[in-house]
Every structure is written in C-alpha cells, then in structure tokens.
C-alpha cells in the first residue's frame, strides 16, 4: 500500500545521471555475459538502475524505497575499457506506486543504450520480511 505522504506525481520529470569509467571488472568477459573485453550489458543495465534509484531516493519517506520490476534497454554500441559513459534517468510517469524511468546512456559522442525501467514504491521491512520467508 502506498503511503499517504508519498506523492509520486509531483516527481514527473525527476532526472538523475550516473558515470562510468568501464574498467576489466564492468566487462562483458568479467561478467560472463560474452567473450569480448567491452562494457558488458549487464554492468550497463545496472548503471541505469543505479540512476533510476538516484531520481527518488531523496524524496521517499524514511522506512520506504524502491525496488525493481521491468526493463527494457537497446545496447547500441560498445564502449571499451577506459571509456566513460553517463546513465540519465528521468521519471516519465508516476502510477500510485509504479515509476517509470525513461534511460538514456551516451559516451563523449553516441547514445550508448536506450530503454525504460519500471519500479515500484514498497515498504523496506514489509518487503524483506516476505522476501525472506520460508517458500
């Protein structure tokens, strides 16, 4: 259930941006997502998420967060080790407890990715506590 100090609509339009400088550790080859020494996509995926959580965390009451429940991201073009990219995120819709983030990734030149992810406000320990119960 939503909290009633939480007005997500006035976030529209929050926008975050997150950078990377692609080390051995952020490749595809590290990450075991390929065989080739670029910016794997899911190191790509998470610097977007990163920037996602970067637009609301300031404004959630305390006890509340936000968690993770769809993306969708275009990997366009590889970056190699040494090269720094930015994740921009910007909430583009607010519904009750779902946000959604449009995500744009760009190097010094390109759009590296697009894409959108979608997460939801929940209740840290109501979320944990039914996280870690017994299946």
């Known amino acids: 259930m939503q909290p009633p ?9 929050a926008l975050t941006r997150v950078e990377l400088t692609v080390t051995d550790a952020d490749t595809a080859q ?12 899911p190191r790509l995926l998470a610097l977007a998420e990163a920037a ?5 965390a300031s404004r959630l009451p305390p006890g509340y967060t936000t ?3 769809r993306a969708d991201l275009e990997h366009r073009v590889a970056t190699p080790i040494g090269g720094r990219v930015v994740a921009e995120a910007r909430l583009a819709k607010a ?34 506590a039914k996280a870690l119960e017994p299946s």
């Open 5 to 13: 100090s939480v007005d997500a609509a006035s976030w529209v339009g």
């Open 30 to 41: 590290a990450l075991g997502s390929g065989d080739v020494p670029v910016l794997a996509t």
């Open 52 to 56: 996602t959580v970067g637009a609301t």
């Open 67 to 69: 968690v993770g429940t």
């Open 95 to 128: 519904d009750g407890r779902r946000l959604m983030f449009e995500i744009v990734v760009r190097d010094a030149n390109r759009v590296v990715a697009e894409g959108r992810v979608e997460r939801v406000i929940v209740e840290r320990a109501r979320f944990l």
